[in-house]
């Protein structure tokens, strides 16, 4: 039996990782400051602290196990725009937090530290090469991307000084059942299904030729988990997308059919931008799959399809 730590485990992504590792047997604990999570989301079966983890004195203070097999560090605050309204903030919820829970990993013997890096830290692709392989320069154009890249150069400095182990994951753009529908600042998806769940029109900050990687979570939690033993990912930074390219349009499109609204002109409203928003790159997945025998399975209109079942389950929580 294995024990996992997971910081931000009440969030979308961490709450989904929670829940297979509890099935396959795991002693789970789960850390989060429910600032964007719901404790609602945490598995009955796992130990959950309500902690800042960006705060060492508090982690200091949890009753955490002496001896952890894995560390799944997937808190933060995770919006490009929301970064700019508070970059000091950015820098203690991704940066700092990181470093406390590398030292917190060492204190604890882990074997593993697994990292939920971002698509941020490329920053503004260039035109001419859409597809970004792991080796491409990084250049972030917001603070959530800086503090990001330089997380993980904290993580392999920090790693060669010590007997944990860890993976880096780019996540591309993650998408379905469970996801924060409230968070207006993050999760382009979420964001424009959000707008339907409430039967008023998409408000789209950017051009409608603007494109994504968009990876669905099943798909994406396989790879994060069948890492854990690969000794091919370790000390290893990976994209982890799909290598598709999704335009705005094809995406409202696509919602749009899902939620019965055929009307494009009628249901959709351009206007403004983001800050330190991008025109749009693909992941290139080369890398990740010569080391993994994992692909992605969902494409995005069946992802769209397997995420609006659960919205219309759970639509009271998400109409106020």
Known sequence: MKTS???????FIGS??????????????????LSTGYERNVPEKAVFFKVDVSDPGRIRELDLPGKADTVYHFAGQSSGEASFDDPSGDIDRNYRATYNMLVASEQMNAKRFIYSSSMSVYGDVDRSAPMV?????????SYYGC?????????????KHSHIKPTIFRFFNVYGPGQNMKNMKQGMLSIYMS??????????????DRFRDFIYIDDLLDAVVDCEESERTFYETFNLGTGIKTTVSRLLEALLNVFGKGDFDKWVIVEGNTPGDIKGFVADMAKLKARMEWSPVYKIEDGIKEMKKWVDETVDLWKD
């Open 195 to 208: 707008y339907l769940i409430r039967d008023i029109p998409v408000t789209v900050k950017g051009s409608l």
């Open 5 to 11: 730590i997971i910081t931000g485990g009440a969030g």
């Open 16 to 33: 989904r990782l929670a829940q297979r590792l509890i099935q396959r047997g795991d002693i789970v604990y789960v850390l989060d400051d």
């Open 147 to 159: 503090n990001k890249f330089a997380s993980e150069k904290f993580i392999n400095v920090f790693a």
């Open 133 to 141: 392989p792991e080796d491409y320069e990084c250049n972030p154009a």
